[in-house]
């Protein structure tokens, strides 16, 4: 896994494990985090030719990368991390486990 800005690498995916005991790993990412660090993309000058900065808004202040998320991990390597989608996900989820437990209750409840 590389940085989608420096290429750095940062991590890796494990593909396959001989030992039985290691099978767990097989598809996860194993970040190397001594070498992550937290850049403010909008502080980051552009490469256009007015060579002017971006400006943060406010979701992308407000919401960093979840690093146990394999899916936010995933964008994030590939260049693709959103704030506003991550936010959006989230939210999703939390309504989604949200509505589990309310049905559990319900269930439990008869």
């Known amino acids: 896994m ?4 420096c290429r ?3 991590g890796w ?6 030992d ?3 099978r767990y790993k097989v598809g ?3 970040l190397e985090t001594g070498r992550v660090v937290k850049v403010n993309w909008w502080e980051v000058e552009k490469e256009d030719d ?3 900065t971006q400006k943060p808004s406010a979701a992308d202040s407000a919401i960093e990368v979840n690093l146990q998320d ?4 995933e964008e994030l390597f590939s260049g693709s991390w959103n704030a506003d989608r991550a936010g ?10 949200e509505s589990r437990r309310e049905k559990e209750f319900r269930r439990e409840g008869r």
Request: glycine letters at 0%.
């Open 13 to 18: 995916q494990y593909l396959a494990a001989e």
């Open 88 to 97: 959006k996900r989230r939210e999703r989820r939390r309504r989604e486990q």
């Open 28 to 30: 996860k990412y194993i």
């Open 70 to 73: 394999e899916e936010e991990l």
């Open 2 to 5: 590389n940085c989608a800005i």
């Open 50 to 52: 007015e060579n002017e």
């Open 20 to 22: 039985r005991t290691q």
């Open 8 to 10: 750095i690498t940062l």
